[in-house]
Nanobody, 127 residues
Framework: QVQLVESGGGLVQAGGSLRLSCAASGRTFSNYAMGWFRQAPGKEREFVAAISWSGDTTNYADSVKGRFTISRDNAKNTVYLQMNSLEPDDTGVYYC????????????????????WGQGTQVTVSS
């Protein structure tokens, strides 16, 4: 059974940084693209970033380009989201997700591309 466990969330002031981690288990991590989504109170879940199975290709939501960086360590079965220059609008629950199919280079922004989800980690950015 695939399990995704996020960590690294917290409270930070605007302009600060956080690094989220997502540890995966239950299948061959390196075969699958990974993504991050977030959901603010009262809003729909939205795409943040994704990375190909190899790590060579990334894509980002326009709202986070230049501030967030997604990366992966296939030896550690972990995907990361480095978040810099955080803004209050970045507040929400951040979810890690694993591609529904293997070996894809580009996934997202649709949540339907992803078949497994973590429980989420709260990120709160104060002004």
């Amino acid at each position: 059974q695939v399990q995704l466990v996020e960590s690294g969330g917290g409270l930070v002031q605007a302009g600060g940084s956080l690094r989220l981690s997502c540890a995966a288990s239950g299948r061959t991590f390196s075969n699958y693209a990974m993504g991050w989504f977030r959901q603010a109170p009262g809003k729909e879940r939205e795409f943040v970033a994704a990375i190909s199975w190899s790590g060579d290709t990334t894509n980002y939501a326009d709202s986070v380009k230049g501030r967030f960086t997604i990366s992966r360590d296939n030896a550690k079965n972990t995907v990361y989201l480095q978040m810099n220059s955080l803004e209050p609008d970045d507040t929400g629950v951040y979810y890690c997700a694993s591609d529904r199919r293997g070996w894809r280079t580009v996934v997202g922004p649709s949540p339907a591309d992803f078949g497994f989800w973590g429980q989420g980690t709260q990120v709160t950015v104060s002004s």
